[in-house]
């Protein structure tokens, strides 16, 4: 059971865009909320803060011990507001530093990694089954075999979640018609 309030977040991560500063973390791994990812081209990424980095403060409030959701919420704002994080970079000389992101629109991508192997074989790599996934995940493979592929390769290994359709839709552009997925024995 999900109440409206948790519903309508599980709706807002299945977007393919948000307002932020373009990041992922990890939930209490240690004291500190640690960043898993960096989105590409956001602002978190062109202020230099890396996966691995811990969050400190946000705007000057300790984030010791926070809840995701709390670090989420302070973390939320408009298109443009600014964003004062402290982060501590466990393994550099400099323990600790702080930067000023302005909130903006963040494109959060279906595939982590597209190219073409030495061999021929298309290798793509999804993290998330989201509505556009399957036209990204086309539009890859389009792209390969007017380049002279010989074979796809879908790696779904480290796919995070999603949707049951784009999950089913993207796996079709690389299986056979009529494959079998999966199934649900009992409820």
């Known amino acids: ?6 519903f309508a977040d599980t709706v807002e ?3 393919n865009e948000f307002v932020g500063i373009g990041i992922q973390f990890y939930a209490y791994r240690s004291e500190y909320v640690q960043i898993a990812r960096v989105l590409y081209g956001s602002p ?6 890396r996966a691995g980095d811990e969050i400190v403060s946000l705007n000057g409030v300790p984030m010791r011990y926070v809840s995701p959701q709390e670090l989420v919420r302070r973390m939320s704002g408009d298109v443009g507001e600014p964003l004062t994080m402290t982060v501590r970079r466990l393994i ?13 629109v963040v494109y959060l991508p279906s595939l982590e990694e597209a190219r073409l192997l ?6 793509v790599r999804a993290i998330s089954f ?12 389009k792209e390969f ?6 074979g796809v390769m879908l ?21 056979p018609p009529h494959t079998l997925l999966g199934y649900v024995d009992g409820g």
């Open 130 to 141: 989201l509505h556009h996934t399957p036209n990204e995940i086309e539009g890859r493979i």
């Open 13 to 15: 991560d299945m977007r």
């Open 44 to 49: 978190a990424a062109e202020a230099g803060v």
């Open 155 to 175: 790696d779904v290994r480290w796919v995070g979640g999603g949707y049951l359709r784009p999950a089913r839709d993207a796996a079709s552009l690389v299986l």
């Open 118 to 123: 030495p061999s021929g074989v298309a290798y």
């Open 92 to 104: 550099s000389g400099v323990p600790q530093f702080t930067v000023t992101l302005q909130r903006a």
């Open 145 to 150: 075999i007017e380049r002279g592929a010989i």
């Open 1 to 6: 059971f999900l109440s409206p309030a948790d």
